[in-house]
C-alpha cells in the first residue's frame, strides 16, 4: 500500500510517501519555521533523496502540504504521476482526548471529535485538522485515519492519570493527564526489546523521547503506566519552547502583574519558555551547547536544568516501576547527541545506569539502534532512531486492509 503520512505542526510540516509492502520511503518532505521570512521545505525522493528546495514564503502549513502534493505530481523524479496514486493517508495528531484509545478512520464523526480536542493541543491540532481538511478536499476518495499520540497511553491507571482537583472537572470537562509521544515510546520500547533479545511484555523501561518537545514514559509489559506530559504537551520536561512543569501559582502571579490576557500567558509558557526562555539564544539545542562553550552563562544554565529535570523524570519513573531492564533515549537530543547523554547519565550512575563513554561517544553511528551501557550495567542504556512515520504508515495499512 503506498501511504503518505503527514505530520503538521505549528510552524512544520513532517511529510513522508511509503510503500509499506517494502517498508521503504519513496519521499521526504520537510519544513519549518513556516510562517516566517525564514520559512523553507525540502523535498527529495528516492533512491537519492537529494534535497529540492521549494518556496513556503508566506504560506501556512496546509499551504505547503499543498504546495507539496503539486510537487509530487510534477516532479519528474516523483514515483506518483497523480494523486490517484495514493492509497491512504495517515495523519499524525497529538492529543485525541478520550474520544480515541486507537488509529481510527477519518469520517465526518471523527472529524468532529477531532475539532474537540484542538484545546488539548493547541500548537498541534489545529494545523493537523486543517492537512486533513485539504486532503479530504483534494483527495476525497482516498481514506484517510488519524494516529494518535495519546493513544498509547490509554492504559495509564486512573492514580497516574488523575489530578488532585475537585472530580467535578473531570466530570464536566475531562481535565485528566493525556500524554503525548505515544507513537514514538511504543515504537522505542519494542525496538529495545529486539535490542535486547527479549519479549517487550517480560520488560520494563523507561523511554526518553528527547526532542525539541520532550516526553518520558514508564513502559511496563509493553503498556504506559505513566508519563511526564499532562491534560497538554505542555507538562512535563523542561522543552525548547515550553516551560514544562511549574508552580501554578506563577501563571496568576504573572498575570496579576503585567496585565497579561489568558493567551499572551499560553503565548508565553508554549513558544517563549523553555531552553528559549533561560538561554536568550533559541530553541535548537545545537545553538545553545555552542553558546555554552562559548561561555554563555544563560546558555549553560539553560543546559544544567534541562539535564537535571530529565534526570528527576527518569529517577521519578524508576521508583514505581516493578523492575526496570532498560532506559532508552530517542528523538532529535537523545539520538544525536552524546553530551547531553553522558551528563544525563552521569548523574544516574548510581541507580544502576553506567553509560560506556567510548560507546557513547562513537561517531558515525547516527541513525544505528544500539546499546551504550557497559556490558555488565544492571540496567541498560538504548539508544533508539525514532521513526513514527514508518509506524504511521503501517497502522494506516492496517487500519484500512481491515476495511
Same mark, same amino acid.
Given at each position: 500500500?503506498?501511504?503518505?503520512?503527514?505530520?503538521?505542526? !505549528?510552524?512544520?510540516?513532517?511529510?513522508?510517501?511509503?510503500?509499506?509492502?517494502?517498508?521503504?520511503?519513496?519521499?521526504?518532505?520537510?519544513?519549518?519555521?513556516?510562517?516566517?521570512?525564514?520559512? =523553507?521545505?525540502?523535498? $527529495?525522493?528516492?533512491?537519492?533523496?537529494?534535497?529540492?528546495?521549494?518556496?513556503?514564503?508566506?504560506?501556512?502549513?496546509?499551504?505547503?502540504?499543498?504546495?507539496?502534493?503539486?510537487?509530487?505530481?510534477?516532479?519528474?523524479? $516523483?514515483?506518483?504521476?497523480?494523486?490517484?496514486?495514493?492509497?491512504?493517508?495517515?495523519?499524525?495528531?497529538?492529543?485525541?482526548?478520550?474520544?480515541?484509545?486507537? %488509529?481510527?478512520?477519518?469520517?465526518?464523526?471523527?472529524?468532529?471529535?477531532?475539532?474537540?480536542?484542538?484545546?488539548?493541543?493547541?500548537?498541534?491540532?489545529?494545523?493537523?485538522?486543517?492537512?486533513?481538511?485539504?486532503?479530504?478536499?483534494?483527495?476525497?476518495?482516498?481514506?484517510?485515519?488519524?494516529?494518535?499520540?495519546?493513544?498509547?497511553?490509554?492504559?495509564?491507571?486512573?492514580?497516574?492519570?488523575?489530578?488532585?482537583?475537585?472530580?467535578?472537572? &473531570?466530570?464536566? &470537562?475531562?481535565?485528566?493527564?493525556?500524554?503525548?509521544?505515544?507513537?514514538?515510546?511504543?515504537y522505542a520500547a519494542q525496538q529495545a526489546a529486539n535490542l535486547l533479545g527479549r519479549p517487550l511484555k517480560d520488560l520494563g523501561l523507561i523511554t526518553c523521547h528527547l526532542g525539541n518537545g520532550g516526553s518520558?514514559?514508564?513502559?511496563?509489559?509493553?503498556?504506559?503506566?505513566?508519563?511526564?506530559?499532562? =491534560?497538554?504537551?505542555?507538562?512535563?520536561?523542561?522543552?525548547?519552547?515550553?516551560?514544562? !512543569?511549574?508552580?501554578?501559582?506563577?501563571?496568576?502571579?504573572?498575570?496579576?502583574?503585567?496585565?497579561?490576557?489568558?493567551?499572551?500567558?499560553?503565548?508565553l509558557l508554549n513558544r517563549q519558555s523553555g531552553i528559549l526562555g533561560v538561554s536568550g539564544v533559541g530553541s535548537d539545542m545545537r545553538d545553545v551547547l555552542a553558546a555554552a562553550e562559548a561561555g554563555n552563562?544563560? %546558555?549553560?544554565?539553560?543546559?544544567?536544568? &534541562?539535564?537535571?529535570?530529565?534526570?528527576?523524570?527518569?529517577? $521519578?519513573? &524508576?521508583?514505581?516501576?516493578?523492575?526496570?531492564? %532498560?532506559?532508552?533515549?530517542?528523538?532529535?537530543?537523545?539520538?544525536?547527541?552524546?553530551?547531553?547523554?553522558?551528563?544525563?547519565?552521569?548523574?544516574?550512575?548510581?541507580?544502576?545506569?553506567?553509560?560506556?563513554?567510548?560507546?557513547?561517544?562513537?561517531?558515525?553511528?547516527?541513525?544505528?539502534?544500539?546499546?551504550?551501557?557497559?556490558?555488565?550495567?544492571?540496567?541498560?542504556?538504548?539508544?533508539?532512531?525514532?521513526?513514527?512515520?514508518?509506524?504511521? %504508515?503501517?497502522?494506516?495499512?492496517?487500519?484500512?486492509?481491515?476495511?
Open positions: 500500500m503506498l501511504v503518505l503520512v503527514v505530520n503538521a505542526g !505549528s510552524s512544520s510540516l513532517k511529510a513522508q510517501l511509503i510503500q509499506t509492502d517494502g517498508k521503504a520511503s519513496l519521499m521526504k518532505c520537510l519544513a519549518e519555521k513556516v510562517g516566517t521570512p525564514q520559512a =523553507f521545505m525540502n523535498v $527529495s525522493f528516492a533512491p537519492d533523496f537529494e534535497k529540492v528546495p521549494v518556496p513556503v514564503e508566506g504560506l501556512s502549513v496546509p499551504g505547503c502540504l499543498r504546495e507539496l502534493l503539486h510537487v509530487m505530481v510534477s516532479s519528474p523524479g $516523483s514515483p506518483i504521476e497523480t494523486l490517484d496514486a495514493i492509497d491512504a493517508v495517515g495523519n499524525r495528531i497529538v492529543a485525541g482526548g478520550e474520544y480515541f484509545c486507537e %488509529a481510527t478512520l477519518v469520517d465526518d464523526d471523527a472529524r468532529a471529535k477531532l475539532a474537540l480536542c484542538e484545546e488539548l493541543a493547541p500548537l498541534h491540532n489545529p494545523s493537523a485538522d486543517a492537512c486533513i481538511d485539504l486532503l479530504r478536499e483534494l483527495l476525497p476518495k482516498t481514506p484517510q485515519v488519524a494516529v494518535f499520540d495519546t493513544a498509547f497511553h490509554q492504559t495509564m491507571p486512573p492514580k497516574a492519570y488523575m489530578y488532585p482537583l475537585p472530580m467535578r472537572y &473531570y466530570d464536566d &470537562y475531562r481535565i485528566r493527564r493525556y500524554g503525548a509521544h505515544g507513537t514514538s515510546h511504543r518520558i514514559t514508564a513502559v511496563n509489559h509493553g503498556e504506559s503506566i505513566d508519563t511526564t506530559m499532562g =491534560f497538554t504537551p505542555l507538562e512535563g520536561l523542561m522543552m525548547g519552547t515550553r516551560s514544562g !512543569s511549574i508552580d501554578p501559582a506563577i501563571i496568576t502571579y504573572i498575570m496579576r502583574r503585567e496585565g497579561k490576557t489568558f493567551d499572551e500567558m499560553d503565548e552563562e544563560q %546558555a549553560a544554565l539553560a543546559i544544567d536544568m &534541562y539535564v537535571y529535570k530529565v534526570q528527576k523524570a527518569i529517577g $521519578s519513573f &524508576y521508583a514505581v516501576m516493578t523492575r526496570t531492564d %532498560a532506559v532508552v533515549v530517542t528523538a532529535g537530543i537523545g539520538e544525536n547527541s552524546w553530551e547531553l547523554r553522558e551528563r544525563i547519565f552521569a548523574g544516574l550512575a548510581h541507580m544502576g545506569m553506567i553509560l560506556d563513554r567510548e560507546r557513547n561517544h562513537v561517531t558515525g553511528q547516527i541513525g544505528v539502534n544500539r546499546i551504550i551501557s557497559i556490558d555488565d550495567s544492571p540496567i541498560k542504556i538504548c539508544v533508539v532512531t525514532t521513526d513514527e512515520e514508518m509506524r504511521i %504508515a503501517r497502522e494506516t495499512d492496517a487500519l484500512v486492509s481491515r476495511g
